[in-house]
C-alpha cells in the first residue's frame, strides 16, 4: 500500500514570496492530485499530473517518478492562496483508489 | 454546471441514532467515491462506486457503515448506532472515469456534511 508524506506541514510567508510544498511517496503510481482545501472546507483538485511539470496560472507542479517526489509551487503569493494544500496517489497500482498526505496549511500575510 | 452537492451540510445527532447523508455527484459522473475527514486528520476513503460494478467498501471503518448509490447516480451513507469517533466531515466526490484503475481521473469534491455526534 503506498504512502504519502507532506512537507513542511504548516507553512507561513509574506505576500510575494516563492512557496514550495513537497510531496513523497512509496509505490510508482501513474498519476499524482494536488488538492486545495480552503478554510470553509471545499476541496478543489489543482493538478493531476504523471510526469514532468504543470502550470497554471501563478501555480507549477512538478513530478519526478524515479524519486517518487513531487512539488507544488506558488510563485508572487497571495493572502487568497492561503489554504491547506493536500497530495494524493492511487493507494496500490491497478486502482482509483486514493490515499492522501495530511496535508500542508499556507498562511500567506499582507 | 452544478457540480456535487451533499445534504445535510451539517448534521447533530446523539449517540446511538442512525443517520443518512447524501451525494448528488455531476450528472454523467459514473465514479462516486465517500471520503471522512476527521478533525486535524488526513481525508480518508471510504467507499467507491464505479459503474455498474460491485462498490468498494474496504474502507468502511466497522458494519455500521453502509452506502449505496441508486441508479447509478445519488448516493446514500447511512450511519447505523452512531458514535462519538464518528464525528467528522464526510465528503463525497464524482469523477468521469477515462481509464478506469489508473487513478488519473479528476476528482470534483462536493462541500461535505459536518457530522456531530453527542
Known amino acids: 500500500k503506498n504512502e504519502v508524506e507532506q512537507s513542511p506541514q504548516n507553512l507561513t510567508a509574506q505576500e510575494g514570496e516563492f512557496i514550495t510544498i513537497n510531496c513523497s511517496y512509496s509505490?510508482?503510481?501513474?498519476?499524482l492530485h494536488w488538492l486545495q482545501q480552503h478554510p470553509g472546507g471545499g476541496i478543489v483538485s489543482l493538478f493531476m499530473?504523471?510526469?514532468g511539470k504543470k502550470k497554471h496560472g501563478r501555480l507549477i507542479a512538478t513530478i519526478n517518478i524515479q524519486e517518487k517526489h513531487s512539488s507544488l509551487h506558488i510563485t508572487a503569493s497571495h493572502p487568497r492562496d492561503s489554504a491547506v494544500y493536500i497530495c494524493?496517489?492511487?493507494?496500490?497500482?491497478?486502482?482509483?483508489?486514493?490515499?492522501f498526505g495530511t496535508g500542508t496549511r499556507l498562511q500567506v500575510f499582507p | 454546471g452544478a457540480g456535487v452537492s451533499q445534504s445535510p451540510s451539517n448534521k447533530v445527532t446523539e449517540k446511538g441514532k442512525d443517520v443518512e447523508l447524501r451525494c448528488d455527484p455531476i450528472?454523467?459522473?459514473?465514479?462516486l467515491y465517500w471520503y471522512r475527514q476527521s478533525l486535524g486528520q488526513g481525508l480518508e476513503f471510504l467507499i467507491y462506486?464505479?459503474?455498474?460494478?460491485?462498490?468498494?467498501k474496504s474502507g468502511l471503518p466497522s458494519d455500521r457503515f453502509s452506502a449505496e448509490r441508486t441508479g447509478g447516480s445519488v448516493s446514500t451513507l447511512t450511519i447505523q448506532r452512531t458514535q462519538q469517533e464518528d464525528s467528522a466531515v464526510y465528503l463525497c466526490?464524482?469523477?468521469?472515469?477515462?481509464?478506469?484503475?489508473?487513478?488519473?481521473?479528476?476528482?470534483?469534491f462536493g462541500p461535505g456534511t459536518r457530522l456531530t455526534v453527542l
Open positions: 450528472s454523467g459522473h459514473t465514479a
Open positions: 462506486f464505479q459503474g455498474n460494478s460491485a462498490p468498494d
Open positions: 494524493a496517489v492511487p493507494q496500490i497500482n491497478n486502482t482509483d483508489k486514493l490515499i
Open positions: 509505490v510508482g503510481i501513474s498519476a
Open positions: 466526490a464524482s469523477s468521469l472515469v477515462f481509464l478506469a484503475g489508473r487513478g488519473t481521473d479528476t476528482q470534483y
Open positions: 499530473l504523471s510526469s
